[in-house]
């Protein structure tokens, strides 16, 4: 695969990372149209083939869209050698950007949102205090190229050190590999669901000696016990009864109000 083919692989992410978004993929659609230049080379004459590679990203996948590019260089050199015959399973792949994409997220935020703009906005005003144009063409000029520089480097650096990797470690290894990014990406599942969902019951049940707060109950067995049962309930109505992520929600909501018109929550 040549540079001008990887530049447009970078390209596509970067232009399309935040165009498509929604409740059941958010980047996914972007993330796969980059990897389409991969597809249509090595899978272009095998429709099966191609319908499998498309599916095979077009699941839930969000993270910081610069130093995230490192992602889909990593996954790129994984698609390019598993399209030349290397035993790369379709798992291997997802677990390396459910494993990698949070972590990530975290990093490249507080560099591109809290660090690098303030300092350049910080400038621009000053050079915008007489009421010059100069401060908002310096913001917008110097923000987008230094997006667009990080972006490409991570995603260079990613296919590079992704290539290396998958040619010293193809064999016995990778089965191990694989299992570690198994066990990684479900911490990482673990760890949104335990931060992000919520659930409390605020019923009580008072009597004339004490009064018993059912989630502290519940807490002292089982931290997060709901939100688990929650979260698997809707896993198994997504996978198994395949509802929509809106009628995931709408279920839930008109579960929510029920549950608190009752008093429960």
């Not at 390209?11 to 958010?26: M, N, P, Q, S």
């Not at 000053?126 to 230094?146: D, P």
């Amino acid at each position: 695969m040549y540079l001008l083919s990887l530049d447009k692989i970078w390209w596509t992410w970067f232009k399309y990372a935040l165009t498509v978004f929604g409740y059941e993929r958010l980047q996914a659609p972007g993330f796969t149209l980059s990897m389409l230049p991969i597809f249509q080379k090595y899978y272009g004459n095998d429709n099966e083939k191609m319908v499998a590679a498309l599916k095979r990203h077009a699941v839930f996948y969000n993270t910081n869209i610069n130093v995230g590019g490192v992602v889909n260089g990593i996954v790129a050199s994984m698609e390019v050698e598993k399209a030349n015959g290397a035993d790369i399973s379709n798992d291997l792949i997802q677990n390396i950007k459910v494993g990698l994409m949070g972590p990530l997220a975290g990093i490249g935020d507080a560099i591109t949102q809290a660090t690098v703009p303030p300092i350049v906005l910080s400038i621009a005003i000053g050079l915008s205090a007489n009421g010059s144009i100069l401060g908002a063409v310096f913001a917008v000029v110097v923000l987008y190229v230094y997006a667009m520089l990080l972006t490409r480097f991570t995603f260079m650096q990613g296919y590079k050190s992704g290539q290396e990797a998958i040619h010293k470690l193809l064999g016995k290894q990778m089965a191990k590999i694989q299992d570690a990014m198994s066990v990684l990406g479900l911490t990482v599942v673990g760890a949104i669901t335990a931060s992000y969902v919520n659930f409390t019951i605020t019923a009580q049940y008072t009597s004339k000696y004490s009064t018993i707060n059912f989630q502290e109950v519940l807490d002292g067995i089982f931290p997060k016990l709901i939100p688990m049962c929650l979260v698997l309930l809707g896993f198994y109505l997504l996978k198994f009864k395949k509802f929509s992520a809106i009628k995931l929600i709408g279920v839930y909501l008109i579960i929510s109000i029920l549950l608190g018109l009752i008093g429960i929550v």
